[in-house]
């Protein structure tokens, strides 16, 4: 059974700083991985998603990068702002067209301090 | 455009009442979700739907929860007799059939409460 796990559960920076957030998975046979962000009252916006043939992709200021082998992901945030405070959650999907098979983590909240 | 909306946005009651929650998708979505997110957890698959075909109930924890879905749109997801561990936010999301990657696209959510 594929296990989501994200480290850590809460973080707290200044603004300016770059960070990184990582999520694990248990199970490396994944079709892709996919990074969402949470506001509070808020449904999950959809970030980055990678496919496994993949290694990174990037968007303005976020790179994510997926190591299937190791089952690791990183979130790579440049520069951060107060505006980036949210919490992170990472999802696995295992096949490309079992809609009910994606596996979340718990996620990471973030707080950007100005 | 509209997204995936749902209602009522809270919901506070009494132990062993029932619950109806709604999710209207996006317009045109064939495929619909339902997920409960538990305190520091994430989020659990409930139910999905795609278009006319019987819906996977694989993930509901109990005979208690029920959804239907009429008319290929609007959903409603149904607790009986609430329990406290009911308590949780419960994502609804949709998703267009033909998607290559079948990106998930979510609702507010619905924070639930049983006292």
């Known amino acids: 059974k594929q296990e989501v796990t994200q480290i850590p559960a809460a973080l707290s920076v200044p603004e300016g700083e770059n960070l990184v957030l990582n999520c694990s998975f248990t199970d490396s046979a994944i079709y892709n991985l996919q990074w969402f962000r949470q506001d509070p009252g808020k449904g999950l916006t959809s970030l980055l998603l990678i496919q496994s043939s993949q290694r990174e992709q990037t968007s303005g200021r976020l790179n994510a990068s997926l190591d299937k082998s190791s089952g690791r992901s990183t979130l790579y945030i440049a520069a951060s702002q107060p505006g980036d405070s949210a919490t992170y959650l990472c999802a696995v999907r295992r096949e490309a067209y079992n809609n009910n098979d994606m596996r979340f983590g718990a996620g990471t909240r973030l707080t950007v301090k100005p | 455009g509209a997204g995936v909306s749902q209602s009522p946005s809270n919901k506070v009651t009494e132990k062993g009442k029932d619950v109806e929650l709604r999710c209207d998708p996006i317009?045109?979505?064939?495929?619909l979700y339902w997920y409960r997110q538990s305190l520091g957890q994430g989020l659990e698959f409930l139910i999905y739907?795609?278009?006319?075909?019987?819906?996977?109930k694989s993930g509901l924890p109990s005979d208690r929860f029920s959804a239907e879905r009429t008319g290929g749109s609007v959903s409603t997801l149904t607790i009986q007799r609430t329990q406290q561990e009911d308590s949780a936010v419960y994502l609804c999301?949709?998703?267009?059939?033909?998607?290559?990657?079948?990106?998930?696209?979510f609702g507010p959510g619905t924070r639930l409460t049983v006292l």
């Open positions: 999301a949709s998703s267009p059939y033909a998607s290559s990657y079948n990106e998930q696209f």
């Open positions: 317009s045109g979505h064939t495929a």
């Open positions: 739907f795609q278009g006319n075909s019987a819906p996977d």
